[in-house]
């Protein structure tokens, strides 16, 4: 069964610095897609980043970044130079490839940025 | 660009009563996926339609429940008889299909079972 684990449940930081949120995924398929969603207070899911288990390239947008390595089944997302809109909570998820793809979601970190 | 629109927002009830709640995809979308999501909890699977046929459908979606899709565009999700357990945001996205894209969600409906 596919399974993913955000072991942080909160973390706090104050505003400009960098935080890493981690998650860590089980699965049996080879093939299989990651996810990564932000969830602010208004509760609508915002996608952030998909990436497939075949490309294991670190990925930058702006501020956010993502470190895939397989070898330890974990899909890191840090923010560099946090601001107070950051402010969330956010999910990790995994899809089954084929099949419905269904996301399996992790039970989320809540980040909170004080300024 | 027109995103998911889920209707009502809010729902209370009594234990006991039905409910009816109605998911808008992004239009050339004909993915649609239900998800329940506790307080706390990431969201759960409950359903899968391609257009109008519902292909796969969780454990956690018991007899109560029940979802369409009828002419593959909107979607409704009815829950019979509904128990204080079955408070939650219910959660839509949709997606394109011919590989494994994004789920856009949308608001959720929030149900409250007293």
């Known amino acids: 069964a596919q399974k993913v684990t955000q072991a942080q449940t909160e973390i706090s930081v104050v505003e400009k610095e960098d935080v890493t949120l981690d998650c860590v995924y089980e699965?049996?398929?080879?093939?299989?897609?990651l996810f990564w969603y932000k969830q602010p207070p208004s509760g609508e899911l915002v996608f952030l980043i998909r990436?497939?288990?075949?490309?294991?390239q670190n990925e930058i947008s702006g501020r956010y970044s993502w470190n895939f390595q397989k070898s330890t089944s974990s899909f890191n997302f840090t923010i560099t130079a946090s601001q107070v809109v950051d402010s969330a909570v956010y999910f990790c998820a995994l899809s089954d490839v084929p099949g419905a793809q269904k996301l399996v979601f992790g039970q989320g970190t809540r980040l909170t940025i004080n300024p | 660009d027109t995103g998911v629109s889920q209707d009502p927002r809010h729902k209370i009830t009594k234990r006991g009563q039905n409910v009816t709640f109605r998911c808008d995809p992004i239009s050339e979308h004909n993915r649609l996926y239900w998800y329940r999501q506790t307080l706390g909890q990431g969201p759960e699977f409950l359903t899968y339609f391609q257009n109008e046929a519902q292909l796969e459908k969780s454990r956690l979606l018991s007899d109560r429940f029940s979802a369409e899709r009828p002419k593959g565009s909107f979607s409704t999700l009815e829950i019979q008889r509904t128990e204080q357990g079955d408070s939650a945001m219910y959660l839509c996205?949709?997606?394109?299909?011919?590989?494994?894209?994004?789920?856009?969600f949308g608001p959720g409906t929030r149900l409250t079972v007293t």
């Open positions: 990436r497939n288990s075949f490309d294991e």
């Open positions: 996205a949709s997606s394109v299909t011919g590989g494994v894209y994004e789920q856009y």
């Open positions: 699965t049996r398929d080879t093939t299989y897609y």
